[in-house]
């Protein structure tokens, strides 16, 4: 296995409780996926900053993996968080940011995305490290 890229991220809860108080739905709907929007209003309010904190951490962290940051066709809505049966965070790429992993993904190889998520008012961080390993006999990237 080798690294292709790490990045993490620092983010104050309370800007994202001023830019939803601010924007609302507008700000949510630019930045984050359906899912996540889902499962930050299954938290309540309470929790809804710091559930989409950790999300905005998680993408801000994957797009400094990407090497790229948040240009060269790689926008936030690109990546979403997720979760597996088991709870684990995972970051879903789409449009630019997977057009981008594939570009830096050797060949014979697969990549993925490893992704931890923390908060503790009034901070939510974040680490992505984008992994590769040889592809299994048979397998297509």
Do not use: N, W
């Not at 609302?24 to 309540?44: I, M, S, Y």
């Not at 710091?50 to 998680?58: E, G, H, I, S």
């Not at 050797?106 to 998520?117: D, E, Q």
């Amino acid at each position: 296995m080798m690294i292709l890229g790490i990045g993490a991220d620092l983010c104050d809860i309370r800007r994202i409780e001023r830019t939803l108080a601010r924007f609302g739905e507008r700000f949510e709907q630019r930045v984050f996926t359906a899912e996540e929007r889902a499962l930050a209003a299954r938290r309540g309010e309470g929790q809804k900053a710091a559930t989409l904190a950790k999300r905005f951490a998680a993408k801000e962290a994957c797009a400094k993996a990407l090497g790229t940051g948040f240009r060269a066709g790689v926008f936030m809505a690109d990546l979403g968080v997720a979760k597996l049966p088991s709870g684990q965070p995972v970051m879903r790429l789409t449009g630019g940011a997977l057009r981008r992993l594939a570009a830096m993904t050797p060949p014979g190889m697969t990549a993925r995305v490893l992704l931890t998520m923390t908060d503790e008012y009034p901070y939510a961080f974040a680490q992505a490290m984008i992994v590769a390993s040889p592809l299994a006999a048979g397998e297509e990237k």
